[in-house]
């Protein structure tokens, strides 16, 4: 057998062969880049979708706690309007889209965020807090992710929310007032009380403002006699009015006494230099300030603010003085105690000088400030739980706030108080006492001639309350974000 060895044109048969396994090859790795791109490129969209789903949720609760702060501010001391108000526009920011505004272009396409809001039910035990879900699912082309965060709002009452309710009004009382005789009072009136006859006048008294009454009252708020005819306007309140203490100080911590006992008397006149605050410096600690014999003490205040801690200030008879330009602060552990004729800054500037005194501890033995022969004071006083009485000719010019059970306003006393506040206090006011300004308390009896007088205050600086930047904000938390 003849054996054909021409193997001319195989190369081009294995060069062929070749080429097309090459071909398939390179389009299978081809079709793998472009399946990897387009997965690439969905994973891709799919996290940018999650990103702005987070980023609405973020948008959504920020918007929501802005609106709170506003609200609260314009709702004064009513939790119900602050809510109502709060729910009206979180059903606005339900079904709110955060487009280009908000985002930009992304790989040619528009990215927008759908937010969705649900109010959650109200704690029955703290109907202060209302709890939303906001839902936000963020859109990119065809791609869509979808997150949730909880956020809670709360409801707290501020100091400075007190002092909005109080303009304007003359004496605001959380019980029953009683009034008889001839009392006076100019400006408005108002009480939380919803017992029938939450307000009885007997005799002539003069009532010159607005009544503030509960709702629940509607004729029967008032207990008069059948010819007395009440022509003022009505100011039907919703709920209770609720006012809360601002904080007492600390004391400065200083365990003892620079001086045992300072004395005048005898027609002294002594000068009392005192550390300034600003530099840090420990404050004059006098056990007993003492004064007698119709003696004089000045304390220069050169522009600076001074702070003086005594455990009594017992000024038996003379006057302490504040000179220059500046403001002092008297911390007071014991007993304030003031004799006939004796005065402190009398007619000078009120706003330089604040009086705390601290509290005695014992609810049953609270401290006492009386004031019962002519005395005056120019300055304003925050006693944590004294017992006031005022009589005698007396005069306290500055702001009151007292957490004591008692205030007693009579013989003439004066008191142009601007803010007086003393909402666990029952106020008598008897005699010819005038109260100038603002006076908040827990019940009201007033006979004779005594007198309550509005007075604008609110141009005038008020210590002891928070600023209204500081206190005016509702209390928001952000939960987590996570997704659906």
């Known amino acids: 057998m003849k054996t054909v060895n021409n193997e001319k044109g195989i190369t081009l048969v294995v060069v062929m062969m070749v080429l097309v396994v090459v071909s398939i090859l390179g389009l299978s790795m081809m079709g793998l880049a472009a399946a990897s791109v387009s997965q690439s490129t969905g994973d891709r969209d799919s996290e940018a979708a999650y990103y702005i789903a987070e980023g609405g949720a973020r948008l959504a609760a920020e ?102 309710f109080m303009k304007g009004m003359a004496l605001f009382s959380r019980n029953d007032v009683f009034l008889e005789g001839g009392p006076t009072i100019d400006g408005s009136l108002g009480t939380n009380s919803t017992e029938s006859g939450a307000i009885t006048l007997t005799g002539n008294p003069s009532l010159t403002g607005d009544l503030y009454l509960r709702s629940e009252l509607k004729e029967s708020g008032f207990d008069t006699p059948d010819w007395m005819e009440i022509k003022n306007n009505i100011i039907w309140m919703e709920e209770e009015q609720v006012f809360a203490m601002p904080e007492f100080p600390d004391f400065p911590d200083k365990a003892t006494a620079d001086i045992i006992k300072y004395r005048t008397n005898g027609n002294d006149s002594k000068t009392l230099e005192l550390p300034v605050d600003e530099k840090e410096e420990d404050p004059l600690y006098i056990s007993e300030l003492r004064m007698e014999s119709n003696t004089n003490l000045t304390i220069p205040l050169e522009g600076e603010s001074k702070s003086l801690v005594v ?143 509005y007075l604008p205050w609110e141009n005038t600086p008020v210590p002891f309350f928070p600023d209204a930047e500081e206190s005016s904000k509702s209390v928001f938390e952000s939960g987590p974000i996570r997704e659906k």
């Open 63 to 164: 918007d929501l706690r802005i609106k709170a702060d506003i609200l609260y501010d314009q709702s004064s001391n009513n939790s119900n309007e602050f809510f109502e108000k709060l729910s009206y526009y979180t059903s606005e920011l339900d079904g709110i889209v955060y487009r280009d505004d908000y985002f930009s272009a992304f790989s040619g396409s528009h990215p927008e965020a759908i937010i969705k809001v649900t109010p959650l039910e109200k704690d029955m035990v703290d109907e202060t807090v209302q709890s939303y879900v906001i839902t936000s699912t963020g859109r990119l082309g065809s791609r869509t992710r979808t997150v949730q965060k909880t956020v809670s709002v709360t409801w707290e009452e501020t100091t400075n929310q007190v002092l909005e």
């Open 311 to 453: 455990d009594h200030l017992n000024i038996q008879n003379g006057q302490i003085h504040l000179t220059g330009e500046g403001h002092l602060d008297i911390y007071v552990k014991e007993a304030i105690s003031m004799g006939s004729g004796s005065t402190i800054n009398t007619g000078k500037d009120s706003t330089q000088l604040n009086i705390y005194f601290l509290g005695s501890g014992n609810a049953s033995s609270p401290r006492e400030v009386k004031l019962s022969g002519d005395q005056q004071i120019y300055g304003s006083l925050f006693a944590e739980d004294a017992n006031l009485d005022f009589g005698g000719g007396s005069g306290f010019f500055g702001h009151i706030v007292t957490g004591g059970r008692s205030v007693k306003i009579g013989g003439g006393s004066e008191a142009e108080s601007r803010i007086f506040f003393a909402p666990e206090a029952d106020l008598t006011l008897s005699g010819g006492g005038t109260v100038v300004g603002s006076v908040l308390v827990n019940s009201v009896e007033g006979s004779g001639g005594g007198t309550i007088r």
